[in-house]
């Protein structure tokens, strides 16, 4: 099983990234996905999640009307993508595969982490 997580990068606060995972080695389709991320010193935070299909998602109170989950299943891929980034959107971020479909599941499995650094 294996995630890798690729899109970070340094950007100007207010500007975007988009985080892709490509998923391979079990049956993406029937897992929820989800984004964490962990800021310099500090613990590593649920960001959002999307069910298996696609059809729900949750986020962090931090990120709501700002950061946007989505998936292809078709291409084993899930998405992040930021918008108007913050100063304390920096961090690095992960993907990681739940343990089950829905939105309440633990974690299963971790990819690598991105650095996301947003400074002006």
């Known amino acids: 099983e294996q995630l890798v997580v690729s899109g970070g990068g340094l950007v100007q606060p207010g500007g975007s990234l988009r985080l892709s995972c490509a998923a391979s080695?079990?049956?993406?389709?029937?897992?929820?996905m989800k984004w964490y991320r962990q800021a310099p010193g500090k613990g590593r935070d649920l960001v959002a999640t999307i069910s298996s299909t696609g059809s729900s998602t949750n986020y962090a109170d931090s990120v709501k009307g700002r950061f946007t989950i989505s998936r292809d299943n078709a291409k084993r891929t899930v998405y992040l993508q930021m918008n108007s980034l913050e100063l304390e959107d920096t961090a690095v971020y992960y993907c990681?595969?739940?343990?089950?479909?829905?939105?309440?599941?633990?974690?299963?499995?971790w990819g690598q982490g991105t650095q996301v650094t947003v400074s002006s």
């Open positions: 080695g079990f049956t993406f389709s029937t897992y929820a």
């Open positions: 990681a595969r739940s343990s089950w479909g829905g939105l309440g599941g633990g974690v299963s499995d």
